[in-house]
T-cell receptor
Framework: GENVEQHPSTLSVQEGDSAVIKCTYS??????FPWYKQELGKRPQLIID?????GEKKDQRIAVTLNKTAKHFSLHITETQPEDSAVYFC?????????????FGKGTRLSVIA | GAVVSQHPSWVICKSGTSVKIECRSL??????MFWYRQFPKQSLMLMAT?????????EQGVEKDKFLINHASLTLSTLTVTSAHPEDSSFYIC????????????FGPGTRLTVL
């Protein structure tokens, strides 16, 4: 089955700097890679996702890149703000009929220092 | 976006009792729902896949007789933790893919279970 590795486990950045979180996956059949942000005690919130037919996707300060050959994908947050502080999870799955679950990385605790 | 609700949001129970958690898709139908468990400072671990009209599929190491899943309708799945013990204390979250639209998975708000 799929296995997702995520690094780093913790990340501290100064406000305004960029943050990068990296994930690798094992199953070359996986074709959908979402990123979730989770605040303490709350549900994971989808912040961006990418499908295997594209290499990069951007939404304002957030971008995701995908390297299918190397089987890794990364989350980039630019101009970080204190409210970006949270735990971020990457995930991977084979998206076909919607009946396949997400496999999550172990998470990255991002702290943005004002 | 699509909305998934869970009830209750938190529950405290005595060891040995059973607890039922409901997961509902409010504005879309979900033939499949997923149940995850999240221990403090850890990731979401898939427990089982709930299928409307058929038996749930459990992940390795998850006891099907302890964690009973019933997908009663296209908008409701329930997880019952039977004979709960303190080690079952965790954050239980369901999710459902909105297959009719984007296949994006939407998470419920979670249920924090504390077993005394």
């Amino acid at each position: 089955g799929e296995n997702v590795e995520q690094h780093p486990s913790t990340l501290s950045v100064q406000e305004g700097d960029s943050a990068v979180i990296k994930c690798t996956y094992s199953d070359s059949a996986s074709n959908y890679f979402p990123w979730y942000k989770q605040e303490l005690g709350k549900r994971p919130q989808l912040i961006i996702d990418i499908r295997s037919n594209v290499g990069e996707k951007k939404d304002q300060r957030i971008a995701v890149t995908l390297n299918k050959t190397a089987k890794h994908f990364s989350l980039h947050i630019t101009e970080t703000q204190p409210e970006d502080s949270a735990v971020y999870f990457c995930a991977a799955t084979l998206r076909n009929s919607g009946n396949t679950p997400l496999v999550f990385g172990k998470g990255t605790r991002l702290s943005v220092i004002a | 976006g699509a909305v998934v609700s869970q009830h209750p949001s938190w529950v405290i129970c005595k060891s040995g009792t059973s607890v039922k958690i409901e997961c509902r898709s409010l504005d879309f139908q979900a033939t499949t729902m997923f149940w995850y468990r999240q221990f403090p400072k850890q990731s979401l671990m898939l427990m089982a896949t709930s299928n409307e009209g058929s038996k749930a599929t459990y992940e390795q190491g998850v006891e099907k007789d302890k964690f009973l899943i019933n997908h009663a309708s296209l908008t409701l799945s329930t997880l019952t933790v039977t004979s709960a013990h303190p080690e079952d204390s965790s954050f239980y979250i369901c999710s459902a893919p909105n297959q009719g639209v984007t296949d994006t998975q939407y998470f419920g708000p979670g249920t924090r279970l504390t077993v005394l």
